[in-house]
């Protein structure tokens, strides 16, 4: 099957995708075709005739699919660059009010034990039975709920400074993320395993084995988005040296791609070959086809990781990255990490940084350990109430999110635990 004609004006790059299935096992064959006539003169074509999308409000005409380069003008929060953040508050300090208002939750839950319990019973009904423990947090409420705002209608991200994490047990810190995370979403499962609290810190895995995923161990992470909603980190302990955060907002990159290399913005909205690095549900293969940047409901919405790319041609029938993938690859890594477009985060002990997936990316760099410091950062993987959340393209159920569906109460994205798993809460790295 040959997948439409992306061709539009002079936009620069089609790609024909042929795929072809015989035998007991599928082999699929992919030919790229990247040299069409009229699309030699794509770097020549005005200015005016390469606008970039204007995320979250623009809708786009129904009889067009935009390939890079077809909508207005970009403003901040939705594809804001650096300069632009000295203009909105990302940054929150807990008041003490907000504070004594966790602690008693925490308090009433570890007092319960039932909590340990709660992730046995439908997620739907997680966020109702934490509540109806211990005294209610109206004052932090209403700090998260601005938060979350800003998070899935505004610049995309925040950072709460300050958790009193020195005065809590593992448990309770664990509790407080939990209480904090319930106010933005609903957790989702982070890995196979089942576990909705993730810790990040070395756990002395290979980084040069395809099938690990990277936050498991000390190397650099480049720029990516996990599969959720929002992510969340709170910083336990810092390195010794390095593992700094950065963040870069995907429609600022998708912009500044589409008035420079419009026929790169074309490859990253065609349908790529995608790892799931041995998280692979019943029923589907080693790995899944998806763009990177996917125009859905009005709106922009970017899923990236470059590793799952690249690790892939492991697989059979899988071919290596071509040329042109591989330059659009590092277009977007190098505008992600360009100064002008990147805000560094060095994350202290009780500090949480949230992040939206679909309109930003995030990294960190390596980072070495020592006896006295070692890194350790708690995550939640988090999913938007149906009033707030976006609605999510197809592809991404294809992929690595366990539901797109948000209605009912249902909780989107995560990765399908292996078969009998159920979730879990691990207080320590497993």
């Not at 082999?27 to 995320?55: F, K």
């Not at 998260?144 to 809590?168: C, M, N, Q, V, W």
């Not at 477009?341 to 202290?348: A, H, V």
Request: aromatic share 8%.
């Amino acid at each position: 099957n040959i997948l439409p004609n992306r061709l539009e004006s002079e936009c620069a790059l089609t790609m024909l995708r042929c795929s072809f299935w015989g035998g007991s096992r599928a082999t699929r064959i992919t030919r790229t075709v990247s040299s069409v006539p009229c699309l030699r003169s794509a770097r020549a074509v005005h200015a005016s005739q390469r606008r970039p999308i204007v995320p979250h409000g623009a809708i786009r005409p129904p009889h067009t699919r935009p390939l890079g380069s077809l909508f207005g003008t970009s403003r901040f929060p939705t594809g804001w660059e650096t300069a632009d953040c000295a203009e909105f508050q990302w940054e929150h300090s807990f008041t003490p009010a907000e504070l004594a208002e966790l602690d008693l939750k925490v308090a009433a839950l570890v007092q319960d034990r039932e909590w340990k319990h709660l992730f046995s019973r439908p997620p739907a009904l997680w966020r109702d039975a934490c509540a109806s423990v211990g005294p209610p947090t109206p004052e932090l409420a209403a700090k998260l709920a601005k938060i979350t705002h800003d998070l899935a209608s505004g610049h995309g991200f925040a950072l709460l400074r300050e958790l009193p994490i020195d005065r809590y047990t593992r448990e309770e810190a664990a509790l407080a993320f939990l209480v904090i995370g319930f106010q933005v979403g609903l957790p989702v499962t982070q890995n196979a395993m089942g576990h909705l609290l993730g810790h990040v810190c070395d756990h002395g895995d290979d980084a040069s084995d395809p099938a690990v995923r990277i936050y498991r161990t000390s190397e650099r992470q480049r720029f990516h988005t996990d599969s959720c909603d929002v992510v969340g980190l709170l910083c336990l302990e810092r390195a010794a040296s390095g593992g700094e955060s950065s963040i870069a907002s995907t429609h600022a990159i998708y912009n500044h791609m589409a008035k420079t290399e419009p026929e790169l913005v074309a490859v990253l909205e065609a349908e790529l070959d995608w790892d799931r690095k041995g998280e692979v549900p019943p029923g589907k293969d080693e790995f899944y086809l998806g763009p990177v940047f996917n125009h859905h409901a009005g709106r922009l919405l970017t899923i990236y990781d470059r590793r799952f790319f690249e690790t892939c041609a492991r697989h059979p029938g899988v071919p290596e990255l071509s040329e042109t993938l591989t330059a659009a690859l590092d277009c977007f890594d190098a505008t992600a990490g360009d100064p002008r477009f990147r805000l560094d985060m060095d994350l202290q002990p009780g500090d949480i940084q949230l992040v939206h997936n679909h309109s930003l990316v995030h990294a960190r760099n390596a980072f070495t350990d020592s006896a006295a410091r070692r890194r350790h950062l708690l995550r939640l993987w988090l999913s938007f109430d149906e009033n707030v959340g976006w609605e999510l393209p197809a592809s991404y159920a294809e992929g690595r999110y366990d539901n797109i569906d948000r209605t009912c109460g249902a909780a989107v994205g995560g990765i399908v635990p292996h078969p009998g798993i159920t979730p879990v809460v691990p207080l320590e790295p497993e």
